[in-house]
Nanobody
Framework: QVQLVESGGGLVQPGGSLRLSCTVS????????VGWYRQAPAKQREKVAI???????IYGDFVKGRFTISRDISKNSLYLQMNSLKPEDTAVYYCYFPGSWYGEFKGKDYWGQGTQVTVSS
């Protein structure tokens, strides 16, 4: 069983920054990919960023250099640094473990409870 606990959301003005954190238990992030998704009201959940076990990063097209995903293997935690935030970045952000990529997790993906990010003046 994989558990993901996010923190760090909140209200920020346009152009501001936030850093999200996610602590992972039940799977070592040095062995598996982890990432972030987001879901805005009335929109589908979309990929924000993924970091692979090897440290490679994949970003959603909308990120355009504004966000950075990183991890601390010693803490089994991952982070999302978000800069130059825009109102359209307002969403619930979810920490994500792609268990479906790996046979030992029986095809199940895992999600955190989500943290709200609101970008507004």
């Amino acid at each position: 069983q994989v558990q993901l606990v996010e923190s760090g959301g909140g209200l920020v003005q346009p152009g501001g920054s936030l850093r999200l954190s996610c602590t992972v238990s039940g799977a070592g992030i040095d062995r598996y990919a982890v990432g972030w998704y987001r879901q805005a009201p009335a929109k589908q959940r979309e990929k924000v960023a993924i970091i692979t076990s090897g440290g490679d990063t994949i970003y959603g097209d909308f990120v355009k250099g504004r966000f950075t995903i990183s991890r601390d293997i010693s803490k089994n935690s991952l982070y999302l640094q978000m800069n130059s935030l825009k109102p359209e970045d307002t969403a619930v952000y979810y920490c994500y473990f792609p268990g479906s990529w790996y046979g030992e997790f029986k095809g199940k993906d895992y999600w955190g409870q989500g943290t709200q990010v609101t970008v507004s003046s």
